[in-house]
């Protein structure tokens, strides 16, 4: 006789535990606030703009700001430097008990710009404010744009926006003749 067919199995019931909603664990006021470097007794808070800079205590680089460094009761030489900004250095001296802050606002560096026209002899404008006639060499904030424009009778008025990278920069006009009159 032939087999019997194998009986089927009932399908597996799917078992759901109770699960409690999370609870979000209350903040550790410990760890709120700059991120603490070193373990000394004395204390300094560095904070810049922007945010982010790299701070460095006597030539060794210690993270980015803001951060508490917790070192030796002496004078230390602080030194603060990020991207497309000018670095800068102070000196402080720490004492123990006497918590000490540093807040300090980086400005972009200042970059030569040569402005050259062909033909020479152009009033440049910078921003709107006469700043020259062509040939001539101005001082503007690096990374930060600029609207230029170069005006001479007889020729088309141009202007360029400039993203000055170098702290000496070129920046040339070829000037086009105004069409003479009939």
Do not use: W
Request: charged share 20%.
């Amino acid at each position: 006789a032939p087999a019997a067919p194998p009986t089927p199995k009932p399908p597996p019931v799917a078992t759901v535990a109770a699960v409690e909603p999370s609870k979000e664990p209350e903040p550790d006021p410990s760890t709120e606030g700059p991120v603490v470097v070193g373990d000394g007794p004395c204390k300094l808070e560095v904070t810049t703009s922007p945010a982010g800079t790299m701070v460095a205590l006597d030539g060794r680089p210690i993270g980015a700001s803001p951060l508490t460094v917790a070192g030796t009761c002496a004078s230390h030489r602080v030194e603060v430097a990020h991207p497309r900004y000018k670095a800068e250095s102070r000196l402080i001296a720490l004492a123990e008990g006497k918590p000490a802050t540093l807040d300090i606002t980086l400005v972009r560096p200042t970059h030569n710009l040569k402005i050259l026209t062909s033909p020479p002899g152009a009033e440049v404008f910078i921003g709107g404010r006469r700043a020259g006639t062509s040939p001539t060499m101005v001082q503007i904030n690096g990374f930060s744009g600029i609207d230029v424009r170069v005006e001479r009778v007889g020729f088309k008025p141009m202007s360029k926006r400039v993203y000055s990278k170098a702290p000496d920069d070129v920046l040339k006009f070829g000037l086009d003749p105004l069409p003479r009159p009939k």
